[in-house]
């Protein structure tokens, strides 16, 4: 299995620009998420999905989409990128909720400027 | 408010030293707690949970924790850091919720001293 996949492992934005960051898994996990990661803050939530056609806000959502037509993908969606956007963002994904592990793909990294 | 606290931002120890990275929760209800590392440039790897029975557990790579609700405290520890040790470890708390969402602590640098 490759687990939790994420593309690309690097890009640069222009201010207003638009993207989507791609995340895959091969768990047939139900359970999906998007964090961000700022130096010295650890992770915020954005959004995360109990399952197919289900998405939920979390923490830090104002700028973003995601939608998550099947159980493998949950992509990430930049409208209009701003500075502040400028981050590492991290998908991971879960077999239920709760106790279970999150398993975490390698990351995006995104510079918009 | 919920929320996790991890004191120390940065720590270094001599390698075959001994190890305990802090972890300080606030949680309504009962807690599932979790410690996370992240070697650089790759994405989180879980070294332990904690959501019932024995307060004390062990993870991978040598490393246990101790739960303590008197004090919401969920600490690290490694009796002898290796060399590989090194990385930023991050404390996380989740609930029964049938959500899953984790909040994570801003992380701690560990570095290690040969």
């Known amino acids: 299995n490759a687990g939790v996949t994420q593309t690309p492992k690097f890009r640069i934005l222009k201010i207003g620009q638009s993207m989507t960051l791609q995340c895959t898994q091969d768990m047939n996990h139900n359970y999906m998420y998007w964090y961000r990661q700022d130096p010295g803050m650890g992770l915020k939530l954005i959004y995360y999905s109990v399952g197919a056609g289900i998405t939920d806000k979390g923490e830090v959502p104002n700028g973003y989409n995601v939608s998550r037509s099947t159980t493998e993908d949950f992509p990430l969606r930049l409208e209009l990128a701003a500075p502040s956007q400028t981050s590492v963002y991290f998908c991971?994904?879960?077999?239920?909720?709760?106790?279970?592990?999150?398993?975490f793909g390698p990351g995006t990294r995104l510079l918009v400027l | 408010a919920q929320s996790v606290t991890q004191p120390d931002i940065h720590i270094t120890v001599s390698e075959g030293a001994s190890l305990e990275l802090r972890c300080n929760y606030s949680?309504?209800?009962?807690?599932?707690l979790f410690w996370y590392v992240q070697s650089p440039g790759q994405g989180l790897q879980l070294l332990l949970k904690?959501?019932?029975?024995?307060?004390l557990v062990q993870g991978i790579k040598g490393f246990e924790a101790e739960f303590k609700r008197s004090q919401s405290s969920f600490n690290l520890r490694k009796p002898s850091v290796h060399w590989s040790d090194a990385a930023e470890y991050f404390c996380?708390?989740?609930?029964?919720?049938?959500?899953?969402?984790?909040?994570f602590g801003q992380g701690t640098t560990l570095q290690v001293k040969p």
């Open positions: 996380a708390v989740g609930g029964s919720s049938n959500t899953g969402k984790l909040i």
């Open positions: 991971a994904s879960s077999s239920t909720s709760g106790k279970e592990t999150q398993y």
């Open positions: 904690y959501f019932s029975g024995d307060t």
């Open positions: 949680y309504g209800a009962t807690p599932y």
